[in-house]
């Protein structure tokens, strides 16, 4: 069964860091592209960063140079790595995986999400 799982959310004051985790299982990560995707409250689901089955990485405007999308296949896990949070950023995360995919940024070819991990920016 495949399964992915994000952890790493919290509470957060402006200016601040965390880092999310997707950890996978049931498949291979190596041969999954993995995008992060991000919902705030009131508003529509977005992607904020993917990275393809050959380490390409995309980012969205308005987390570049702030966010760093990394995996690590052996422990079967992506990170997203955030500095620099703004009040903006908060949301909930979610991993999803897409296979074989080269391309990450297609959002319609992810067909397995995890289940969230709120970040909070606040004060």
């Known amino acids: 069964q495949l399964q992915l799982v994000e952890s790493g959310g919290g509470l957060v004051q402006p200016g601040g860091s965390l880092r999310l985790s997707c950890v996978v299982s049931?498949?291979?990560?190596?041969?999954?592209?993995i995008g992060w995707f991000r919902q705030a409250p009131g508003k529509g689901r977005e992607r904020v960063s993917c990275?393809?089955?050959?380490?390409?990485?995309v980012y969205e405007d308005s987390v570049k140079g702030r966010f760093t999308i990394s995996r690590d296949n052996a422990k079967n896990t992506v990170y997203l790595q955030m500095n620099s949070l703004k009040p903006e950023d908060t949301a909930v995360y979610y991993c999803?995986?897409?296979?074989?995919?080269?391309?990450?940024?297609?959002?319609?070819?992810?067909?397995?999400w995890g289940q969230g991990t709120l970040v909070n920016v606040s004060e």
């Open positions: 049931g498949f291979t990560l190596e041969y999954y592209a």
């Open positions: 990275i393809g089955v050959s380490d390409n990485t």
């Open positions: 999803a995986a897409a296979y074989l995919a080269y391309l990450c940024d297609i959002t319609r070819q992810y067909n397995y």
